[in-house]
Each structure stands twice: as structure tokens, then as C-alpha cells.
């Protein structure tokens, strides 16, 4: 999630985020991710280290919906609702990166093993989840860069770095393959290379990726990258879906904006712009990541997960998430969306706040 220049930071439990200078008909296989669409979660899983593995569990509304069941009633059965419950959830893997000048992504000896990514993905699947598993990347050095700036001035370089980092991802790949996960993102947020790196490496990268897991495969950007041209690779159809990692600011100072307004600044600047990219690539999109802090000033560098002059306002926290989900949930070009995050996550924490019900809203009520 890292998206600015001016408050960046190493990664605490969620690296911070990128500089801010960021029908035809329904897709085949919309239905499909639809029905159980792609939106989630409480945290089950995190382990802060080099490589870390979350897992966002939600659960709100089952045990009242199970209740319903077994009321006895002497009227008529009433006709079935479908409802777009959140049944996702997401693992998130972190490689790590040396410096700027290192084409090596390693692990450490505090890395969680492929077991342990298998033993999550079977628990989640025991609760009845299906499972998208993305890595993030962690950069050691300097102290203020993140995926986006990694870079390398030749190709040979680039070429290492690509190689390495398949090399390392790989065994969780498998371990997502063997544990029947459905959904497997490539890389996140890896600005530069994304829009740099030849088109060749990337194209090799979601070969690799494709011959050794069968289920739904990603590349989850930057909000920055929608203000950029495509880069063809994107194209490639193995690639069923891009995802975006949704932090673009909606006002550019600290001010509290009007709730009642949100939903149609969210709108102007967020929904059509990733309407306008799935529409150019032909493909849907999915909101791999998103948050608002509990802030009254949520709504500037979104990414930030604490305000220094705004205090808590957990109404304008629930807002912002009101309108993204208002926004997203009837848009045929977004087909999913997972927040950040349940707790653990600094400022970003649903749990216990207004927004969790309103997540809760959004995810057990009947969608036309």
C-alpha cells in the first residue's frame, strides 16, 4: 500500500504508500466471481516478518443467518434471497528486497514456510472461504522505499532480479496450487517495474505462474498506475483479472468532507477511472486492497494510517467506506473488493468501529 513521497515508511505491519501525481456487455466469467464476490473479511493471520502471511477472515452475519434457519414458521416459505456475502479472503505473502542496488529477493529465517501458507488456506476453506493469495513486497534499504521504487538501469539486472523473484515465490505458488487456493495474484504494486521492466520478463513471469497454478491468476497495481498508459504485458490472457490497490486521495488538504458527499467524489474520481481501465483492457478489475483511517481527514493521502492533525472520527471512516462500497458493489467492471484491514492495522482497524457494520451492511444485503 505504499503511495506517497512525503510519508513513507519502512513497513510496520503495512508498508505506507506512492507519490500522489497518480458496457460492453458483463465478462464471461463476472458471474463467477460475483457470486461469491471477491468482498471480506476479519484478520485471521499475521505474521510481521520478512515474509508474512495474513489472513482476513469475516464472518459477521452467519451465525444470525444460521439462526433464521431454524426458526419455525407457520407461513408460506418465502422465496429464496441471494445475497453477496463476503466469502474471500485474502493471504498476503511478503518477499523481501535487499537495496536498490540488489537484484536478490530472499527470505529470512523468521520466514513462515509454504506449510504454513497451506495450513492457512486449508483453515480458511474449512470455514467455508475461498482464498486469494497476493505477495507485497518489503525493501530493507533505504528506510523510505517501497515495491514501486525498485529499478535497475540494465537489462541483465532486471533480468536477475525477475529470475530471483520467481525463484522465491515460486514454493508458495505451489503450496497456493496444492491447498486449492482461487485466486493468485503475480506481484503488487510494483510500480516502476510494471510500466519499465520489458514486456518479455513479465510475460515469462506469468508463464511460470500458470504452470504451477491452475486457478484465477492477478496483478494488482497502484492506484497511481490508472493515470498511466497500459503497459501491453497487462494484455497477456492469462491474466483474468486485474486488481488495483485503491488510495487515491479525494481532497487535497485536511478538511472533513461532508459525508452525504463522498459517495459522488468517490464516484467521480475512483469509479470512472477504473471503469475507463477495465473498459481499455477488456478485462474486470478487483479492489485488492483499500482502507480509510479513522480520521476526520480520511479522505487526504488516504494511504497515511494515522492523521498528525486531524482527531478520530469513526463517521467519517464508515462514510468513506459506505461510498466505496455503494460504488462498487453494482459496477459490472468491479468485481470485488477487500479492505484494509481488520485489526492489527493501526488507524486502518474495522473491528469494533461504525465501518464494520457498515461492511456488514453491504455484504448481507440482497444485490439485484
Known amino acids: 500500500m505504499h503511495k506517497g513521497n512525503e510519508e513513507k515508511n519502512v513497513y510496520t505491519s503495512r508498508p505506507l504508500a506512492p507519490s500522489p501525481h497518480k458496457k460492453p456487455g458483463r465478462f464471461t466469467y463476472i458471474s463467477k466471481f460475483k457470486q461469491y464476490t471477491l468482498l471480506f473479511l476479519i484478520l485471521a493471520l499475521l505474521i510481521l516478518t520478512s515474509w508474512q502471511v495474513f489472513l482476513y477472515v469475516k464472518t459477521m452475519s452467519n451465525a444470525s443467518l444460521a439462526k433464521e434457519d431454524k426458526t419455525v414458521s407457520s407461513r408460506p416459505t418465502p422465496p429464496v434471497i441471494h445475497y453477496q456475502r463476503p466469502n474471500f479472503e485474502a493471504g498476503i505473502v ?102 519499465h521492466a520489458p514486456p518479455g520478463l513479465w510475460n515469462t513471469l506469468i508463464t511460470r505462474m500458470r504452470s504451477v497454478f491452475p486457478g484465477v491468476l492477478t496483478y494488482n497495481m497502484n492506484w497511481t498506475s490508472l493515470n498511466q498508459p497500459a503497459p501491453g504485458w497487462l494484455s497477456n490472457t492469462q491474466l483474468a483479472i486485474i486488481g488495483v490497490s485503491e488510495y487515491q486521495p479525494l481532497t487535497n488538504d485536511h478538511r472533513r468532507v461532508d459525508p452525504r458527499n463522498i459517495f459522488g467524489l468517490w464516484k467521480t474520481r475512483i469509479k470512472s477511472a477504473l471503469d475507463a481501465f477495465s473498459l481499455h483492457l477488456r478485462k474486470p478489475m478487483i479492489i485488492s486492497e483499500i482502507g480509510y483511517r479513522n480520521s476526520a481527514d480520511t479522505l487526504y493521502k488516504s494511504w497515511v494510517p494515522y492523521s498528525t492533525v486531524s482527531q478520530p472520527d469513526p463517521t467519517e471512516q464508515a462514510a468513506a467506506c459506505d461510498a466505496a462500497l455503494a460504488n462498487v458493489i453494482p459496477d459490472p467492471h468491479i468485481v470485488g473488493i477487500f479492505f484494509w484491514g481488520w485489526d492489527g492495522v493501526d488507524g486502518f482497524k474495522l473491528a469494533g468501529q461504525p465501518a464494520a457494520g457498515v461492511l456488514n451492511h453491504w455484504y448481507t444485503s440482497p444485490q439485484s
Open 94 to 195: 511478503f518477499p523481501q528486497w535487499s537495496s536498490n542496488s540488489s537484484t536478490q529477493v530472499r527470505t529470512n529465517v523468521s520466514t513462515p514456510t509454504p506449510q504454513s501458507l497451506t495450513a492457512g488456506i486449508r483453515a480458511a476453506h474449512a470455514l467455508g472461504y475461498h482464498v486469494f493469495v497476493a505477495p507485497l513486497m518489503g525493501v530493507d534499504t533505504p528506510a523510505d522505499q517501497w515495491a514501486g521504487s525498485i529499478r535497475f538501469s540494465t537489462y541483465q539486472e532486471e533480468a536477475q532480479w525477475f529470475d530471483s523473484y520467481w525463484k522465491t515465490w515460486e514454493p508458495y505458488a505451489v503450496a497456493a496450487a496444492e491447498a486449492g487456493a482461487d485466486q493468485l495474484a503475480i506481484g503488487t504494486e510494483l510500480a516502476w517495474l510494471q510500466q
